[in-house]
């Protein structure tokens, strides 16, 4: 428990240092998804910061290790998840794979680029779960090409009740490194975020898809 406290105050604090998370509670933003959020999480900038990347790999293998994850492959989500999956495999010594999002248009038109997974146990890994349907669709794909895709592990998750459900219905295990209401409850801590902000943040990840209507809110900014 002591150590895990450690490795969480590490991770939350690498997370908003370097500006990985953005709070906007007075600018909320509309993500792909159309889903309206006052945080905004980038763990791509985490790459261009050597020892907080490291801090994040190494705290991940250990999560694997708490977990007792098994797995032959790990896989990354074409995008941000694609460098955090391939560093981990390299520190854990196992192959390493992505999945696109879209199958190709040349070639064997396949969405799964590395090695055959038919047979094969996939951890997959995200850089952040908010509604999760990028991850689902790599996990129908892989599963199309004949993998066994029981686990996957993320930075960050906003912990979305209509997300778990998603994945449950597909007997999928999420996991984050940290649970986000940590990391709300660090940037107060170091002055990054007023405890009525947080607040305001504990409410939308209570309620993320009711809250702007129900605080007659509208979104300053599209995801890109």
């Known amino acids: 428990m002591f150590k895990s406290s450690i490795a969480d105050n590490i991770l939350a604090e690498h997370l908003i240092n370097n500006g990985a998370v953005s709070f906007l ?53 074409e995008g941000a998840g694609v460098s955090h999956a391939a560093a981990l495999a390299f520190r854990l010594n196992r192959p390493s794979i992505f999945v696109r999002q879209s199958a190709k248009t040349y070639g064997n038109k396949s969405r799964v680029e590395g ?44 912990g979305i009740d209509e997300t778990r459900k998603l994945f449950e219905k597909e007997n999928v295990r999420c996991h984050e490194m940290i649970d986000f209401r940590k990391v709300l409850e660090k940037a107060v801590e170091i002055g990054k975020l007023s405890g009525d902000e947080k607040d305001i943040l504990n409410d939308w990840l209570a309620n993320p898809w009711t809250w702007a209507a129900r605080h007659a809110l509208t979104p300053s900014d599209n995801e890109n």
């Open 25 to 77: 509670t007075k600018r909320p933003m509309r993500l792909k998804s159309g889903l309206i959020t006052p945080i905004y999480v980038d763990n791509r900038v985490l790459t261009a910061c050597p020892e907080a990347w490291r801090d994040i790999l190494e705290t991940m293998a250990s999560k694997v290790v708490e977990l007792s994850l098994q797995f032959d492959i790990v896989a990354g989500v």
């Open 115 to 158: 090695c055959s997974v038919k047979g094969k146990r996939i951890l997959l890994i995200e850089d952040h779960i908010s509604t999760g349907l990028s991850l689902l669709s790599a996990v129908e794909a892989l599963k199309a090409e004949g993998a066994e895709v029981t686990d996957c592990l993320a930075i960050t998750s906003f």
